[in-house]
């Protein structure tokens, strides 16, 4: 497969709403297999299809690096509870800020096989499902962040210096 150029903050197809997916094609089938070997590539933790320049409502997310999630059309439909903590971005290269979400998430969503699926997630599965749902509607963490947007090498613990999504 290939690696896909991620789309950089200030590029407007990140500002963009992408387009529900109507049918599994070969093109689609591609494009998810490169978003997963793109997101690995980078050692990121979630990946959406607008990322790579293409408008269409499909995120991947692999918190553990072992557990790959394709979420088609994903729709959040349950959350509680709250977590704050850092969060980073791959087109956003370098910078972190503090973003609060919920601690729980529910999600329903189409498979790579157009087969109806749910997901439920806690900690940085749920804040990764957030995120990567928020960039289908052409938002990036960037505009939640409470205080200063910081570079990820003045972070003094940078354990989530990998959890870039
Ligand atoms: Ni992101």
Not at 47 to 63: E, F, H, S
Not at 86 to 94: F, K, M, T, Y
């Amino acid at each position: 497969m290939a690696i896909r150029k991620i789309r950089q903050i200030g590029d407007s197809v990140l500002t963009k709403t992408a387009k529900e997916v109507t049918g599994m094609s070969l093109r689609t089938k591609i494009l998810i297999e490169d978003m997963l070997d793109t997101m690995y590539e980078a050692n990121g933790v979630g990946l959406a299809a607008p990322q790579v320049g293409v408008l269409k409502r499909i995120v991947v997310i692999d918190v553990t690096g072992e557990d790959p999630h394709v979420l088609i059309n994903p729709r959040i439909v349950e959350t509680s509870g709250e977590q704050t903590g850092n969060e980073g971005c791959l087109s956003v290269p370098g910078k972190t800020g503090v973003v609060t979400r919920p601690n729980y998430v529910k999600v329903a969503a189409l498979d790579a096989d157009m087969k109806p699926l749910e997901l439920e997630g806690t900690e940085l599965l749920a804040r990764a499902i957030c995120h990567e749902c928020e960039h289908l509607d052409g938002h990036l963490y960037v505009e939640k962040v409470e205080g200063e947007l910081m570079d990820v090498e003045d972070l003094e613990d940078a354990e989530d210096m990998d959890d870039e999504t």
